[in-house]
Each structure stands twice: as C-alpha cells, then as structure tokens.
C-alpha cells in the first residue's frame, strides 16, 4: 500500500464546511475513479486551523503516481478555489495500516 499525504492552506475567507462540500462533490469522484484508490482521510490538526491535511491511499506506488501525472492536475484547478497556494504532496510507503489489515481480510 502507498499513501500520498498532501499538506494544503485554506484561503483566509474559505470555512472547514465549504472546503468539505468542495471535496466531497468534486475530489472524491474522480478519486474513487482512480485505478488503485483505497481510501481518503481529511483532517483539520487544529479547530478553526486554515491547515488541512489529506491523506489518500493506493494499491501501489504505481497508482499513486499514475493519479499523479493524470488526474491530479484537475484536482489542484478544483482546489484552487478554496486552497491558498499549491499543496505540498509527500508520497510514502504504508508500513502498517489497520486499514490495510480490514481491506485484507474482509476481500478474503
């Protein structure tokens, strides 16, 4: 499993619910169209913190980085609406995950 962790800014007039709307209408779909998409977690480290952090996960470093060169692109335009400056993107292998270990174990 691969995991792409991508550090993004809200702009200072954009609330936590307007970037949820947006990312749940617009990213998610075409994120669960991705060949090799398992899951997306987006969280806030801090109430009322313009500082989100959305973490997705892939079948392999070979999705993940096919998203990247594809899809992603669309998704950074759609972002710029409620997102200040580019988002930081940091790719890594999962080492342990419970996810990995339900995903396994329910496919069995």
Do not use: C
Request: aromatic residues 8%.
């Amino acid at each position: 499993m691969f995991a792409r962790n991508v550090a993004l800014k809200l702009k200072p007039n954009t609330t936590v619910p307007e970037f949820t709307q947006l990312f749940e209408n617009e990213i998610l779909p075409v994120l669960r169209n991705q060949k090799g998409f398992q899951d997306e977690i987006t969280f806030a480290p801090a109430p009322g913190s313009l500082d989100l952090i959305a973490i997705s996960l892939w079948d392999s470093k070979e999705s993940a980085e096919a998203y990247n060169t594809s899809a992603y692109p669309e998704i950074v335009k759609a972002l710029s609406k409620v997102v200040e400056g580019s988002p930081r993107v940091r790719s890594s292998e999962v080492l342990s995950s419970t996810f990995q270990k339900t995903t396994s174990h329910v496919a069995a």
